[in-house]
């Protein structure tokens, strides 16, 4: 059984409401609560036998709830940093080499977050290649880059913004841009 993280220590960042932040975490918490509810069910069927229809679709709901509940995880926790990424950083660098210039790679990633449409945003690592990406991701469970790793995630669906900016989308992003918790996302590209 997984459990919801606490993200109140977010709560007073700049450029997010409390009430957008609070709003926010229930959809979260239904996430988890949803992942864990899908999982009983698929083992439920399993144990039976019962591996038809029923199972085929609870396996298909089971990639939305879990990448929900992890891509909000992941976006909860690249914010609340207050300082920008330091240029002298293996993270700044890096970034600078794929996209020619941090400014470009910025650029472009809030231009992707900009477009119409509900999803994702995501800074992706390629563990095979060493190269990095930015990706729309419209569904939870569709488009995501197989084999590499989120490194930065920003959410763009209307619950992550409509409260406080309407169809502001843009200010959105800034206030966004203003919240990321660099160290956290330099953190993402260590790992292995």
């Given at each position: ?84 990424l330091d240029p002298s ?8 080499q794929n996209f020619g ?92």
């Amino acid at each position: 059984m997984y459990e919801a993280n606490n993200y109140d220590h977010l709560i007073g960042m700049e450029g997010f409401s409390e009430t957008l932040l609070r709003n926010h975490f229930t959809l979260y918490q239904g996430y988890v609560t949803n992942t864990n509810k899908v999982a009983e069910t698929l083992a439920a069927l399993a144990r039976e036998g019962r591996f038809g229809p029923d199972y085929a679709e609870m396996r298909r709901r089971y990639a939305w709830e879990w990448n929900g509940m992890r891509l909000h995880e992941m976006y909860f926790n690249n914010l609340g940093g207050k300082t920008p990424l330091d240029p002298s950083s293996d993270a700044y660098r890096l970034i600078a080499q794929n996209f020619g210039t941090f400014e470009t790679w910025q650029k472009e990633f809030q231009a992707i977050g900009a477009m119409r449409g509900i999803g994702w945003v995501i800074l992706y690592h390629d563990r095979c290649g060493g190269r990095l990406f930015n990706q729309w991701v419209n569904e939870h469970d569709a488009g995501h880059l197989a084999g590499a790793r989120p490194i930065l995630v920003m959410d763009v669906f209307e619950h992550a913004f409509m409260t406080d900016y309407g169809l502001k989308r843009a200010d959105y992003i800034q206030a966004f841009w203003r919240n990321i918790h660099w160290q956290k996302v330099a953190d993402r590209l260590k790992k292995e």
